[in-house]
């Protein structure tokens, strides 16, 4: 069994700079392409970032030159950098492992981000 745990989010003024941490438990982390989403208040869940088995991202447009996600897949963990953060960042960041091909998915719990002077 999967599980994901979040960690580093927080509060932070408009500009400053978070980075989020999701430790996988687990086997095989390296067989899984790993995400971050996001979801405000009254909005629906939507992608932020991902990384494939090798080094592969893709990141939502609204984040691009300002979010970089990575992996050390030594330490079974998947980052999120977030710089020159925005009011509009203002989420719950949740971490996503997914088995292309497959029925294997899993979410952690979510960590609050807050974008606020």
């Known amino acids: 069994q999967v599980q994901l745990v979040e960690s580093g989010g927080g509060l932070v003024q408009p500009g400053g700079s978070l980075r989020l941490s999701c430790v996988f438990s687990?086997?095989?982390?390296?067989?899984?392409?790993m995400g971050w989403y996001r979801q405000a208040t009254g909005k629906q869940r939507e992608l932020v970032a991902t990384?494939?088995?090798?080094?592969?991202?893709d990141y939502a447009d609204s984040v691009k030159g300002r979010f970089t996600i990575s992996r050390d897949n030594a330490k079974n963990t998947v980052y999120l950098q977030m710089n020159s953060l925005r009011p509009e960042d203002t989420a719950v960041y949740f971490c996503?492992?997914?088995?292309?091909?497959?029925?294997?998915?899993?979410w952690g719990q979510g960590t609050q981000v807050t974008v606020s002077s």
């Open positions: 996503n492992a997914y088995m292309v091909g497959s029925a294997n998915e899993y």
């Open positions: 687990g086997s095989a982390f390296s067989l899984y392409r």
């Open positions: 990384i494939t088995r090798g080094t592969g991202t």
